[in-house]
């Protein structure tokens, strides 16, 4: 009885989350644009989530000028299809409305082709890789033990090592990139306007100031804090409230 309830309960929150997205579609088509921000809104509340549902809502957040809410959701759509150019497309046209130009220090070396490698693929990706090059993996054993002469044997034990080294690489890759992810707290500045401290203190000197829509990155928490780190390496502490963290 209880599986029933369960599966009525998920029906019903999956039809009205699909009866929102159209009325938000609707909505932004008729230029009704804070009206469909509601409905957009509204599925989220529900714990439905999707890269077009952000997208969609980015969008009417932008047609609004609100900056700050267009990038934020932009992000979060990236988060779940990272490869999506018509996302990246328009984040980069919100990011025009931004005050703060913050240039980008362009990582170098061993490390930067690892993560260049690693971040080709979704973690999860890497690990379905692995799971596959082991399903054949084990298909060249079979063939390798069963096999009747000295030149199968030869190429099914070469098919057995290159399986076995894209396995090792695929669950290393994966396990990189899922660190990544998980040490990577990205965030968008909410406030219009606020100062960044020296330390995490209200009367401590003035780092520097930031606007709305500016993505930092989240590498500590104290109290109501959190230290930041500008995309070109500058350091500071921002109050909580000013951010709101993409993950």
Known sequence: MKNLIYIFLLITSTFFAQTGFEKGNELYRKDQFQEAVVAYESILKTKKESAELYFNLANAYYKLNKVAPAIYNYEKALLLSPNDKDIQNNLAFAQKLQIDDIKQVPKVGFSKLIQDFTSSYHYNT???????????????????????????????????????????????????????????????????????????????PDAFMLHEGTKVHVLETLDNWKKIELSDGTLGWIEQSAIKELK
Not at 133 to 153: D, E, V
Not at 154 to 160: D, L
Not at 161 to 169: E, K, P, Q, R
Not at 193 to 202: A, D, G, N, R
């Open 126 to 204: 890497w690990g379905w890789i692995a799971v596959g090059f082991s399903t054949l993996f084990l298909l060249f054993f079979i063939g390798y033990y069963f096999s009747q002469t000295t030149l199968l044997k030869r190429v099914f034990f070469v098919g057995m090592f290159l399986a076995l080294l894209v396995i090792v690489l695929s669950v290393s890759s994966a396990i990189f990139e899922r660190s990544n992810y998980e040490n990577d707290k990205p965030a968008i500045v909410f406030a219009e306007i606020t100062s960044v401290k020296t330390e995490p203190k209200q009367d401590a």
